[in-house]
């Protein structure tokens, strides 16, 4: 509430405005993306009736849409002190614990939300995701592939940053260059690509293959079946068909050098010149 | 905030942006192989959406949200700059994910779809989000 407070500051000579006005009227600007006014509005409703559990639940979940975690948990928490079985104070938590990798306690808020209320599609939807990376084996220490990796082999295209190649439950085969935070990239990225599964079920798009990230820096450019996962760091401006081709030609490579594939690696010829066979290694972790 | 920023925000664009942010999905939706967009806040509220009557709204844009949410923290977790588009690729379809000031903007596509068209779409598009909600807005 301090927080909220300090961040939205009534003006003064405001209109008179009644707490159920105010808390309607920033609904209204919630649903036009409009935050700061709405929680203009709710911080005046919390001035008038400090205890009114509505705007402290509106509180959280505009804290929640400015990216802010911890007073987010905070009003949520204010809410399921005042009502332990709200589920949507249920549900609000339990998205911040998926943020913050604590899926026990994601998966046990949801759960105590589905009790209450069996139908609540946001909370089902979530909480079948976090069953299924439950269900998920943890990555293993050594790679599970059927035959010794030549994966020092791999080259990366010559405007080439950064080659991951692992598994989708996070385990890092290798990457290059070699880095010590590969293995933290690795499980990021199967993270990413379990959460852009379950949205592509959702939507009836089906099983994914491809993805590209875009950043203010790169453009990660990522293929995988499921099973495997090889993802390549090129800079932003790459043309997206040849960031494709990029990633295809180091897909068959790694299938052939991992023993997944019967034949020998495309041709499909890089758009940039290969590095040097002096180039950085790649490491393989095994 | 700044109290006349505020004020403008206030007395004239009450209902504009509203409007606004629907347009923005519908003209989205109208591209060549698009099936359909949503505009979803980082807590998983739906602000506008035009989907498919198999897909149900709720429940994608509370994956979508999350999806968003997780390539920006972990963007933050490693050090590196957040996510500005992404997309993912299926047997039956693309998804297109774009972060904007007030949410992320969800495109569902037809498999063949031009990525190039639909990446300018989505650029137009965050373009006006700025372009309608004043500087301060989102960040109070």
Redesign the interface.
Known sequence: MTILRR???P??GREPLSVPDALRRAE?R????????A??LVARALEIDAGNLHAHLLAA?LH????ATAPAKEEFHWVLGHDPNHARAL??LA?IA??ERDTRTCHDLLRRALRFYPEF??A???LE?VRAREAAPPAPVAPAVPSAPRVERLRLPGTGRALIIGRADGGLIASQPVTD?AK??SE?LA??LH??T???R?????????????????AVFTRTDGELVVSLALPRATD?TQGLLDVNRLWSATQHELGLAAGPPAAAPSSTPADTPGAAPTRRVS | ?S?PR??L??EHDSAS??RH?RDIVQELKRLYGVRGAL?V?????V?AAELPG???V??????????G???????T??G????????????????FLAAS???YIVV?AEAQVS??AIRVALADAIAL?EAA?AP?????
């Open positions: 961040l939205w500051t003006r003064d209204l919630r649903r036009e993306g409009r935050y700061a006014e929680g203009a979940y929640v849409a400015r990216r549900l609000g998205r998926f943020e599609p946001e089902s939807a979530l995701l935070d933290d990239v990021a993270r990413m959460v852009a379950a949205v592509l959702r939507a009836a798009l089906g099983p994914l293959h491809r993805a590209i990230v875009q950043d203010g820096r790169d997206p | 905030m109290g505020l004020k925000a206030l942006r509203g942010v505009i806040a980082p807590d998983g509220f602000i198999t897909v149900e709720d429940s994608l844009a509370a994956l979508a949200a999350t999806l949410r997780e390539l920006e923290t972990s963007a977790r490693m590196r700059p957040s996510f500005s588009t992404a997309l993912f690729s299926a047997d039956d379809g693309t998804m000031r007030i949410g569902l990525v190039q989000i909600w301060g807005e989102a960040t109070g």
